[in-house]
Every structure is written in structure tokens, then in C-alpha cells.
Nanobody, 118 residues
Framework: VQLQASGGGLVQAGGSLRLSCAASGRTFSSYAVGWFRQAPGKEREFVAYISWSGSRTNYADSVEGRFTISRDNAKNTVALEMNSLKPEDTAVYYC????????????WGQGTLVTVSS
């Protein structure tokens, strides 16, 4: 599975962005997907998770209620809708695929930069 994250950019605080993770590989629909982010000088952190079917999602407390993860297995894509963005959301965002329901992530995309100005 190869993953390509896109959709990052510069946005003002309070604004919105939609990130997309496009996957290649016929088995993508059997993988759970997570979004992670890494801010400058900080450790990578979990943002959101969606099960292979899309029936189960999970969010970091810091983004709960503002971000929404979804997937379209017919199109091999996973989206992260980000609303009410804050300067502290500034980071490089990565999508990753897990064959173990999020216990371990097997494939990673290259990352897309989100910058939120105050």
C-alpha cells in the first residue's frame, strides 16, 4: 500500500482545511487508517483513526469535535476535515495504514504541511 497525503496549506485561525490521503493497492479497504501530526520540535502525535469499514472512529482529545475523519473505500481515499483551526494545529500531517486495527502502522504517507496563522 502506498499513501499520498495532500491538502495542506496556510489558513487563518478559525478556518478550515480538508486533508486527503490517497492510497494505491487493491487491499487498502482492509486497512484501518490513522492521521498523525508532528509540529516543529515536538514528537509525532496521534490525531484520528478510522476502521477499515469506517464504522469506528477515534480522535485525540485536542481535536475532538473540530476534526472529522472519513473514508471512501471505492475511491481508496481517507479524508480529514479540520474546522475551527488553531495555531497549535500547525504541523506536518501524515496518514498511515494499519493492518492491526491501529496497534501498529505498516505504511506511511509523506506528509502535508498545515500552517495556522493567528
Amino acid at each position: 500500500v502506498q499513501l499520498q497525503a495532500s491538502g495542506g496549506g496556510l489558513v487563518q485561525a478559525g478556518g478550515s482545511l480538508r486533508l486527503s490521503c490517497a492510497a494505491s493497492g487493491r487491499t487498502f479497504s482492509s486497512y484501518a487508517v490513522g492521521w498523525f501530526r508532528q509540529a516543529p520540535g515536538k514528537e509525532r502525535e496521534f490525531v484520528a483513526y478510522i476502521s477499515w469499514s469506517g464504522s469506528r472512529t477515534n480522535y485525540a482529545d485536542s481535536v475532538e469535535g473540530r476534526f472529522t475523519i472519513s473514508r471512501d473505500n471505492a475511491k481508496n481515499t481517507v479524508a480529514l476535515e479540520m474546522n475551527s483551526l488553531k495555531p497549535e494545529d500547525t504541523a506536518v500531517y501524515y496518514c498511515a495504514a494499519s493492518g492491526s486495527r491501529g496497534i501498529k502502522y505498516d505504511y506511511w504517507g509523506q506528509g502535508t504541511l498545515v500552517t495556522v496563522s493567528s
